[in-house]
Nanobody, 116 residues
Framework: QVRLVESGGGLVQPGGSLKLSCSASVRLSNIANLGWYRQAPGSEREFVAR???????DFADSMKGRGTFFRDYDKSTVSLEMNNLQPEDTAVYYCKAYLYSYGNFWGQGTQVTVSS
């Protein structure tokens, strides 16, 4: 079993930035890819961005040009810095890790609210 713990959410003004972190209970080298998803009230959960073990990244159109990944192998943590946040970015953000032969694991989520 893999445990993921998100942190870094909060309240930010439009145009501001937040850095979300996802700490894993396994080494990052064991994770094939780690992604961020979000779910706004009344909406389906949607893909935001992901990073592969190789370092390649993939961003939803809504996050392209505004997101940057960071990896800390010592802390088994992957962070996503999001810039120029807007009210439509308000949602609960979840991280998901995919491990070969084990499948997907989800964190419990962290709230991001963009409001003046």
């Amino acid at each position: 079993q893999v445990r993921l713990v998100e942190s870094g959410g909060g309240l930010v003004q439009p145009g501001g930035s937040l850095k979300l972190s996802c700490s894993a209970s396994v080494r990052l080298s064991n994770i094939a890819n780690l992604g961020w998803y979000r779910q706004a009230p009344g909406s389906e959960r949607e893909f935001v961005a992901r990073i592969f073990n190789s370092g390649d990244t993939d961003f939803a159109d809504s996050m392209k040009g505004r997101g940057t990944f960071f990896r800390d192998y010592d802390k088994s943590t992957v962070s996503l810095e999001m810039n120029n946040l807007q009210p439509e970015d308000t949602a609960v953000y979840y991280c998901k890790a995919y491990l070969y032969s084990y499948g997907n694991f989800w964190g419990q989520g962290t709230q991001v609210t963009v409001s003046s």
